[in-house]
T-cell receptor, first 111, second 116 residues
């Protein structure tokens, strides 16, 4: 069965410090992994996806199949990064299109 | 429309009453999804629709929950005999094609349901 685990419910760092939001998954096939972000009073939106190997707002995430992880990283956190972050997995099969989400990590960046 | 529209934005109801939540997806989007966002529980899949095909209802938590999508567009999520544990934010998302695998999900702003 597919599962996404985000072990930290809350994460606080100071502005300028590196930040890493952890995400681990379990899935027997070849997954697609995503990070979604929800800023205060805004809608949930896609931040980045592993297949694109892109950097968005300074964030990167590398899929590590050996460790079944997809941690989100940023070398220098900014106050505007404060938000709820969700890791999500999409799988092949009868549930194509459906996303499995982790429980989310609330990131707070202090000035 | 320009985005996914959900109504009402907030709903307070008494335990035992029925509620209807509405989602108006982006025009032309063939896939529509309902998720539930509970404090500390993340996002829980409820149901999705793809065009005129039978929906995937595997995420509905009980038979008190049902959803329909009329004309391949607007969707209504109905919760009968509401319970306090139904209190959550109900999110709708749509995507332009199926299978989309999350590439083009657009979420609505959600309906915050409070059962008292």
């Amino acid at each position: 069965a597919q599962r996404v685990t985000q072990p930290e419910k809350l994460l606080s760092v100071f502005k300028g410090a590196p930040v890493e939001l952890k995400c681990n998954y379990s899935y027997s096939g070849s997954p697609e992994l995503f990070w979604y972000v929800q800023y205060s009073r805004q809608r949930l939106q896609l931040l980045l996806r592993h297949i694109s190997r892109e950097s968005i707002k300074g964030f990167t995430a590398d899929l590590n199949k050996g460790e079944t992880s997809f941690h989100l990283k940023k070398p220098f956190a900014q106050e505007e990064d404060s938000a709820m972050y969700y890791c999500a997995l999409s799988s092949r099969g009868s549930t194509l299109g459906r996303l499995y989400f982790g429980r989310g990590t609330q990131l707070t960046v202090w000035p | 429309g320009a985005g996914v529209s959900q109504s009402p934005s907030n709903k307070v109801t008494e335990k035992g009453k029925d509620v209807e939540l509405r989602c108006d997806p982006i025009s032309g989007h063939t896939a529509l999804y309902w998720y539930r966002q509970s404090l500390g529980q993340g996002l829980e899949f409820l149901i999705y629709f793809q065009g005129n095909s039978a929906p995937d209802k595997s995420g509905l938590p009980s038979d008190r929950f049902s959803a329909e999508r009329t004309g391949g567009s607007v969707s209504t999520l109905t919760i009968q005999r509401t319970q306090q544990e139904d209190s959550a934010v109900y999110l709708c998302a749509s995507s332009p094609r199926f299978p989309d695998r999350g590439h083009g999900y657009t979420f609505g702003s959600g309906t915050r349901l409070t059962v008292v």
